[in-house]
Antibody, heavy 119, light 109 residues
Framework: QITLKESGPTLVKPTQTLTLTCTFS??????????VGWIRQPPGKALEWLAL???????RYSPSLKSRLTITKDTSKNQVVLTMTNMDPVDTATYYC???????????WGQGTLVTVSS | SYVLTQPPSVSVAPGKTARITCGGN??????VHWYQQKPGQAPVLVIY???DRPSGIPERFSGSNSGNTATLTISRVEAGDEADYYC????????????FGTGTKVTVL
């Protein structure tokens, strides 16, 4: 059974750096073809893909946010970490992590964590 | 970057058929995936690679993809199908990014 759960601060100040952790179980991020991605959703708005890390440590970022994002993995801890620098109120959103099996879609999602950016 | 366009809303009576479109340049050449999202919940995959259903998804959900439009069809709509629906593709161009559509709110009358 695959599960994922996001954790991190619920409130950050403008210009601060956000660090979110995705802790997962039921699969290994060292298995060929597996990846974990981050997707966010501002209140009342659409889903937006942010970043993805592959089993072989290859990484992909949203072109529009690439300069602000870093994604890493700790295979031994079954965790994926996303950092986003220079946070702004427009970054207020629910942040999801999701499992991507071989195939370019997300078949399991975490419950999401709401991050509010406000002074 | 690649853009996917969906109608903001679709309304359908119970028992009827809802069709949700997802428009993109030559989307027929890409694999399209669909997610259902109910209020306060995470998205759930309902269709992958244009027309395949994950286990547990009713046969009432089906998909097609050709030319510049992909379509999610929900047959014999039930009240529990009321949700937001998003299409998604992987763009294999230089950015190699995952792209979500603008989302469609399905209302069951």
């Amino acid at each position: 059974q695959i599960t994922l759960k996001e954790s991190g601060p619920t409130l950050v100040k403008p210009t601060q750096t956000l660090t979110l952790t995705c802790t997962f179980s039921g699969f290994s991020l060292s298995t060929s073809g597996v990846a974990v991605g981050w997707i966010r959703q501002p209140p009342g708005k659409a889903l937006e893909w942010l970043a993805l890390i592959y089993w072989d440590d290859d990484k992909r970022y949203s072109p529009s946010l690439k300069s602000r994002l870093t994604i890493t993995k700790d295979t031994s801890k079954n965790q994926v970490v996303l950092t986003m620098t220079n946070m702004d109120p427009v970054d207020t959103a629910t942040y999801y992590c999701a499992h991507r099996k071989p195939g370019y879609y997300f078949d399991y999602w975490g419950q999401g964590t709401l991050v509010t950016v406000s002074s | 970057s690649y853009v996917l366009t969906q109608p903001p809303s679709v309304s359908v009576a119970p028992g009827k058929t809802a069709r949700i479109t997802c428009g993109g340049n030559n989307i027929g050449s890409k694999g399209v995936h669909w997610y259902q999202q109910k209020p306060g919940q995470a998205p759930v995959l309902v269709i992958y690679y244009d027309r395949d259903r994950p286990s547990g998804i009713p046969e009432r959900f089906s998909g097609s993809n050709s030319g510049n439009t992909a379509t999610l069809t929900i047959s014999r709509v039930e009240a529990g199908d009321e949700a937001d629906y998003y299409c998604q593709v992987w763009d294999s161009s230089s950015d190699r990014e995952y792209v979500f559509g603008t989302g469609t709110k399905v209302t069951v009358l």
